[in-house]
């Protein structure tokens, strides 16, 4: 499935807060995420109880909820999740 997600910032890294529209989650699903400047696609590697685990070109960015405290939120019409980066490391994605 293709998911839409907003941020408002520059770039994907640790502290980046975003929200997801229109939909659940799942693996596989393809993630186009609007940054403040260009757009992104992911794709959902995991996503369960430990978090989701988007693979971004090679890197694997790994997300939590969103949280009072963390960085500024715009939520927008549709947001069905809310998230906030935690790391951004190098990988190989694993075959579904």
Same mark, same amino acid.
Request: glycine share 8%.
């Given at each position: 499935?293709?998911?839409? %997600?907003?941020?408002?910032? +520059?770039?994907? %890294?640790? @502290?980046?807060?975003?929200?997801?529209?229109?939909?659940?989650?799942?693996?596989?699903?393809?993630?186009?995420?609007?940054?403040?400047?260009?757009?992104? +696609?992911?794709?959902?590697?995991?996503?369960?109880?430990?978090?989701?685990?988007?693979?971004?070109? @090679?890197?694997?960015?790994?997300?939590?909820? *969103?949280?009072? @405290?963390?960085?500024?939120?715009?939520?927008?019409?549709?947001?069905?999740?809310? *998230?906030?980066?935690?790391?951004? +490391?190098?990988?190989?994605?694993? %075959?579904?």
């Amino acid at each position: 499935m293709q998911l839409s %997600a907003s941020s408002q910032c +520059e770039n994907l %890294a640790v @502290g980046t807060t975003f929200c997801v529209q229109g939909g659940r989650l799942h693996r596989g699903d393809r993630l186009q995420l609007r940054l403040e400047n260009r757009n992104v +696609e992911a794709v959902v590697e995991r996503f369960d109880i430990t978090g989701l685990y988007l693979d971004i070109k @090679g890197s694997r960015a790994i997300c939590r909820p *969103w949280q009072n @405290g963390d960085q500024f939120l715009m939520r927008c019409r549709g947001t069905s999740s809310s *998230w906030t980066v935690d790391s951004v +490391e190098a990988h190989e994605m694993t %075959a579904a």
